[in-house]
Each structure stands twice: as structure tokens, then as C-alpha cells.
């Protein structure tokens, strides 16, 4: 498996570009052979996405708590002291205008499963992955998306990219088996210190499988456009002629 999943990361580093490694996360029953836990303080979900770039380990559902949104966008059953953070921050969060206190209902999340997650780069992720998480450009996130069919215009087209919070973005992935993007929110960029020029990319596992063949694809296509934009842009360079001078 980590094999497979090695060389998905190096096509994917290699054909978009990544300034960051891919990482990736899967809910588990155990703690895998080799694996360690997480030991610290996490000021939110997103933060372990980060923290995977250096690594495996494996962070309980207690570790998510500190941001209860993030939390329950994992699956995760909420303490009663998460319940009150969760609480107190949806107030604050209507009170400066920043959500509509009806949105939280239809806040997605992922199925509940375990209070085990594991965490790490994809190269080197040992088991069935769940969700890959990249860090792209627009150019990038273009030819991600050519890649798994999402530009494709059809009758029911859907662009599956949203804005807060960022960890959504997670759940619609897993749960409709697709990509799905985010333009990050202002906690996401703090607490992963995300540069602004970035965005979030959450592919679902199960296309893992066929994202590299299908990168090499709609690279080979994008090249062969470029080509053909490039000799317009020769041909036809942009003048102008003002009226009456």
C-alpha cells in the first residue's frame, strides 16, 4: 500500500508542483504496529494536517476538542465541555455577523466511525487512505480538477468548492467520493499558516488509485493547449487602436 501511494505522491509533487507534501488520514480501530500517538495540545483539527507532513502518528478523538467545530466535522462525538466551546462560538460567530445561526444544521461531517485517526504524509501512509489533502494554487487546483472529470460541463454539473469551515471540505470528499475544495478559511490559514495565494484540495481515497494515470493525462493535455495558446498569443499579439486619433 505505501508503496502505491508513494509513487501517487510523486506524481502528483511532480505534475502540480507542490510546495508541500501531500498528507493523508484514515479512521482506524487500533493504533497500527510502529505508529505512535499523538502526545501534545492541538489548537484544531486542521493543525494535524500539518503536523502529518513529518510523519505518522495517531491523534484521539479528546486531541480534536479544542475546536469542536472541526471536531464534529470529523465524526467526532462532542464532550460536554466541546458542546459549551461549540456553543459560545457559534454566538460569537452570529453575533459579528460572521455565520447565520441556521448554517450549523447542515454543517457536513464525516461518518462516524472510531476516536482513532491516523495522520501522515501520503508516501507514506501503510493502509487504505481515506482522504489525501493538498495545498494548491488556482492554476493547480485547474489541473487537479481536468484530471478527476470535475470541469466537465453537464446538466448537473456541481463545483464543489466552498469556503468555511476548511475541514468540510474533508467530509464532502469522503462522503461523496470526489474532490472538493476550499478556499480556506481564517482559522485553517492560522493554524496551518497556509499561505493567502493558497487553497485547499481534498481528494477522497477512493480515487487514489487512478489519480496518478489521470494527472498524467490532463498534463499531457493542458502542455498540448498551452502550446496552442502560446503560438495565438505569437500570431495575434493584443493592439489597439484608439477611435478618432
Known sequence: MAQRYAEVARVCERILKLGRPPVALARVPDVPAGVSRFEGVAPSSCSFWRHAEQGLFVARDADHMNCPIGAMT?????????KAKLEGGLGLMTEVGYIDP??????????????????GPLAQFPIEAEI?????????????R???????????????????????ALAVASNEGNVALS????????????DPSLMLA???GRLLSTLGATLERADKAQCAMQQFYDQQQTYFPFTTKMAGR
Open 146 to 168: 481536468e484530471a478527476t472529470g470535475d470541469v466537465a460541463w453537464k446538466s448537473d454539473v456541481s463545483s464543489n468548492l466552498f469556503g468555511r469551515p476548511s475541514c468540510a
Open 102 to 119: 441556521k448554517e450549523a444544521e447542515h454543517l457536513p461531517s464525516l461518518l462516524p466511525e472510531g476516536p482513532l485517526v491516523l495522520y
Open 74 to 82: 470529523m465524526g467526532f462525538e462532542l464532550t460536554a465541555e466541546a
Open 132 to 144: 489525501a489533502l493538498m495545498w494548491l494554487t488556482p492554476g493547480q487546483a485547474m489541473l487537479l
Open 202 to 204: 481534498a481528494v477522497s
Open 183 to 194: 478556499f480556506g478559511c481564517n482559522g485553517m490559514r492560522t493554524f496551518t499558516q497556509t
